[in-house]
Each structure stands twice: as structure tokens, then as C-alpha cells.
């Protein structure tokens, strides 16, 4: 099991910045594609980006194209989510996880991010 912990979530306002991290400590995550979802409330969990293990591929939910972006640094373990343009819409529990070879196989415990209007 890869034990994930997210980071960088809290309030701001609509228009504004949030830098999301996740790291996975004692563990190594280069070898899996990174992912990053959500989950407003009393809405089903949705996807919001996607890397390769190399960092080389990227994929985006239409809803935060252009104004989210997806890293990772290998050096350090780590995955990230730049959030531009932050809208009241975007409020949600964020959760990263690692992929299987199928499926989304580990996931952490999630990171707050509220946008007020």
C-alpha cells in the first residue's frame, strides 16, 4: 500500500491561486501515473488531471483546462496541482492517487480548497 498525503488546500478567494502537493513518504511514486480529483459536497467524486510517470503526458477535465497544471518532480517524490483562476465552483475535497496497472489503485485522504465569491 502507498500511504499518500496531500497538501496546500485552504480558502481563497474567486480569481485567486492554490498550489496542491502530494507526497508519498518512505515510498517511491516515479513508477506510477499520478492523479489528481475531487469531490464537492454531495457530489460524486470527478476527475480533474493526470500525468504520465515521466511527467511527459498530461490530461485535464475540460472544467479546469487552461487554468489548472499538473506537475511532478521525481526527485522529490512528489506530485502537484497548480490552480490559476480559482472559481466558487471549484470548492472541493482534492485527492490525489497513484495508478495500477488498471485502476486507481491508491489514494490519499484528501486536501481541502474552498473559493469564495
Known amino acids: 500500500q502507498v500511504q499518500l498525503v496531500e497538501s496546500g488546500g485552504g480558502l481563497v478567494q474567486a480569481g485567486g491561486s492554490l498550489r496542491l502537493s502530494c507526497a508519498a513518504p518512505?515510498?517511491?511514486?516515479?513508477?506510477?501515473?499520478m492523479g489528481w480529483f475531487r469531490q464537492a459536497p454531495g457530489k460524486a467524486r470527478e476527475f480533474v488531471a493526470t500525468?504520465?510517470?515521466?511527467?511527459?503526458?498530461?490530461y485535464y477535465a475540460d472544467y479546469v483546462k487552461g487554468r489548472f497544471n499538473i506537475s511532478r518532480d521525481n526527485a522529490k517524490n512528489t506530485l502537484y496541482l497548480q490552480m490559476n483562476t480559482l472559481k466558487p465552483e471549484d470548492t472541493a475535497v482534492y485527492y490525489c492517487?497513484?495508478?495500477?496497472?488498471?485502476?486507481?489503485?491508491?489514494w490519499g485522504q484528501g486536501t481541502q480548497v474552498t473559493v469564495s465569491s
Open positions: 492517487a497513484a495508478k495500477g496497472v488498471i485502476t486507481w489503485e491508491h
Open positions: 500525468i504520465n510517470w515521466i511527467g511527459g503526458q498530461t
Open positions: 518512505g515510498r517511491t511514486l516515479s513508477t506510477y501515473a
